[in-house]
């Protein structure tokens, strides 16, 4: 169960160790708080999940949970939470959209997210990969990489400030190496310096303030510890031809981020098909005809071997988000850099930017 990551949880308001104030039989419903001290905050655990939640989210939290809220007897502790404010709505869109996207893409623990766990997971040295390590799972999605980092027997807090935390819950359960955290990344709810690796794959280039993430990793990570981050990268080996087509691609996300999500999925459906599916499968043909060169210097060459479900989830991930950024490898250098890393070093192979570095 859960209960396991009390040792490394914290209070994302005061980052005062947390303790069981009450749990229910089977210890998936209850409540987590301070034994003592002066901050009085205290969070909920609703379906095996804490929810370390801080600000908007936890009115956002309410509006989704107010059966839970109003029926259950451990509700009677947070009612500073139940408060519907229109203007919060707005707030959490982000969130709300990647919810639907992994709605569509719950599925883990396949043969091709094992492979590109190798491709992703390169930089990470083997022995933080086993049993005696824990890892945080920054942005978790459905759980695909906290499935397969526990697989190899490590175990994992996989964080997300979304409702598919539920469903990297319900993937990951069956372990009992997992535990399921419904909290921010800009505040881990996780003691300093408590866990061997860090990682977070596809994520902080959605946020805002990136080095903030990147400054809470490295507040967590342990001395001689390892993280691990994944951004899109600013094209910036590229020709000039090529960056200029990925600025009209970014002209349509911008639209297309404001479909309602029928309208968009079904779009990124043919983006996936007409463009992603086309432009792979040529790469594969180049490549077997022995012209590596021109393979891999098409866009999307990436995929040449992926399935269509995989092409349309990243097409849904690309043209579905308002906010997105990208990073030169110096400037994702400099991020972690300035957190306190060392031994920062790139991965040369798709996809770009993979960068690792240590805690010193």
Not at 9 to 31: I, K, M, N, T, Y
Not at 181 to 209: E, K, N
Request: with cysteine; charged share 25%.
């Amino acid at each position: 169960m859960w209960t396991w990551a009390l040792e490394y949880l914290a209070c994302p308001a005061c980052f005062e160790p947390l303790s069981v104030l009450r749990l229910s039989g089977d210890q998936r419903d209850g409540l987590v708080g301070h034994q003592g001290g002066n901050c009085r905050e205290a969070y909920p655990v609703i379906g095996g999940v804490p929810r370390l939640l801080l600000g908007p989210s936890r009115q956002t939290l309410y509006r989704n949970k107010r059966d839970w809220f109003v029926e259950s007897s451990f509700a009677d502790a947070l009612g500073q939470w139940a408060i519907e404010d229109p203007a919060i709505i707005g707030k959490t869109e982000l969130v709300r959209r990647f919810d639907e996207e992994w709605r569509r893409f719950a599925e883990v623990g396949t043969d091709e997210q094992a492979r590109l766990f190798e491709q992703y997971f390169d930089l990470v040295p083997e022995e933080l990969l086993g049993p005696g390590r824990v890892a945080i799972d920054a942005g978790c999605g459905a759980g695909r990489w906290a499935n397969e980092v526990q697989r190899r027997g490590s175990r994992v807090i996989a964080v997300d400030l979304g409702l598919s935390i539920e469903l990297a819950e319900r993937n990951t359960r069956q372990s009992g190496r997992v535990t399921c955290v419904q909290a921010d990344v800009r505040h881990l709810p996780i003691r300093d310096s408590a866990v061997d690796l860090t990682y977070s794959l596809g994520v902080l280039h959605h946020i805002a303030d990136t080095q903030a993430a990147v400054l809470e990793l490295a507040r967590v990570t342990q001395s001689r510890g390892t993280c691990l981050v994944y951004l899109y990268y600013a094209l910036e080996d590229r020709p000039p031809v090529y960056r200029a087509l990925f600025s009209l691609v970014n002209v349509v996300r911008s639209r297309t981020a404001a479909l309602p999500q029928p309208a968009l999925v079904m779009f990124v459906t043919l983006i996936a098909g007409f463009v992603y599916w086309p432009l792979a499968r040529l790469a594969i043909l180049l490549e077997r005809a022995g012209l590596k060169s021109i393979s891999r210097a098409l866009p999307l060459s990436f995929y040449g071997d992926l399935s269509f479900t995989t092409m349309r989830n990243d097409s849904l991930d690309r043209f579905g988000t308002r906010l997105e950024k990208r990073f030169t490898r110096a400037e994702i250098e400099l991020l972690l850099e300035r957190a306190g890393f060392t031994n920062v070093r790139a991965s040369e192979g798709p996809p770009k930017w993979r960068l690792a570095a240590n805690k010193p």
